[in-house]
């Protein structure tokens, strides 16, 4: 099987990998990396080959708007997470085009897929993404009607998407991600390390999609969409500030109603919640770095009060940050 990579004009071929029989019966640990400045952008990509799965990350800086090409023979399942910047897939095997915004999650099943993927020169473009065997997927899909409705599709070898629309990326999901971008282990301790988050970055996934298994449209409009993106990333930013739901909604133009609203709505859990688990999975990475003592972590994340902080760390991991330590 071989997928090919073309650059906007359609005449120059930029890649082209032969993947043998499948990209997927390989039984050895193969990674390696690109540059990206001929395809897209200044910038990387880097892919790992497991049994089973195949994991990309890029991390592009566009100047304009970038069209790519793609012909692959390979039928996949793709766990795909659009990290920053903007994008959008079109295919005659899909039966609607696709767009991506910052912080969007959404599972695609493609079979011998031909089309164009434009990415926005808005700001930088990082995504990661996951290709798993049909195999490998089944094992673990969950019954429901989403669900139901694509594994039918998969098992007859027609493309789809298991979403209408794309799901947030939670704080655990970018805390995984993250860990397997900058792991540092080595050998068969990298090759368990990485098959590990990825089954548990699927589960997040689909436990997020399951419970809300029959999708409810949003009843926010675009220009409250913006606002309650503008106060997630206000709350990404801003671990140490002293907020209220009041002042967070005056921040980007909104009312104390819409933002708690919404922002359930858009991103699946409240503001403080969504907060909150920034705050712990920040502290728990600052921790297992071991630079910085329980008292430094607790500050640097908001906590006046480093009791009050271990006791809300082992409310939300089940053991005290001193047990990292």
């Known amino acids: 099987m071989e997928t090919k990579i073309y ?5 120059e071929l930029v890649i082209e990998v032969d ?6 019966t390989t039984n050895h640990y193969l990674e390696r990396e690109f540059r990206t400045e001929d395809l897209i952008g200044a910038g990387s990509y880097k892919e790992i080959f497991l049994d089973g799965i195949f994991i990309g990350y890029g991390d592009m800086e566009l100047s304009r708007m970038t069209s790519i090409y793609i012909e692959s023979e390979a039928e996949t399942v793709e766990m795909h997470f659009a990290l ?3 994008s959008r897939a079109n295919s005659k095997s899909l039966d609607h085009e696709r767009g991506f915004k910052p912080n969007q999650h959404n599972v695609f099943y493609t079979h011998y897929f ?3 993927i434009e990415y926005s020169s808005e700001k930088s473009m990082k995504v990661f993404e996951v ?3 049909t195999d490998f997927i089944k094992k673990y899909l969950p019954s ?3 669900f139901d409705q694509f594994r039918e599709k998969l098992e007859k070898h027609q493309s789809t998407v298991l979403l209408k629309e794309n799901y947030p990326i939670t704080p655990r999901m970018m805390s995984l991600i993250q860990g397997i971008i900058h792991c540092n282990r080595t050998r068969e301790f990298k090759r368990m390390f990485l098959e590990s988050s990825v089954i548990e970055l699927l589960m997040n996934q689909l436990e997020q999609i399951s419970k809300n298994d029959s999708y409810i449209t949003l009843s926010v409009n675009r220009k409250q969409k913006e606002q309650l993106y503008a106060a997630r990333d206000i709350l990404k930013n801003e671990l140490k500030a002293n907020f209220t739901i009041n002042s967070l909604a005056q921040q980007v133009g909104t009312n104390e109603f819409t933002l708690k609203k919404g922002f359930k709505e858009l991103f699946g859990t409240t503001v403080f919640g969504f907060w909150n688990q920034l705050k712990m999975e920040e502290a728990k990475t600052q921790l297992v770095e ?7 972590v607790s500050f640097n994340i908001g906590y006046k009060n480093p009791h009050h902080f271990s006791v809300a760390f082992k ?11």
């Open 19 to 24: 993947h043998g029989k499948s990209p997927y």
């Open 114 to 116: 031909k089309g164009a």
């Open 131 to 133: 290709n798993m065997s």
């Open 290 to 296: 071991g630079r910085l003592n329980v008292a430094e």
């Open 7 to 11: 650059a906007s004009d359609l005449q």
């Open 315 to 325: 409310r939300y991991f089940g053991y005290s940050p001193s047990v990292l330590k």
């Open 144 to 146: 429901g009607h989403l």
């Open 84 to 86: 920053d910047g903007y």
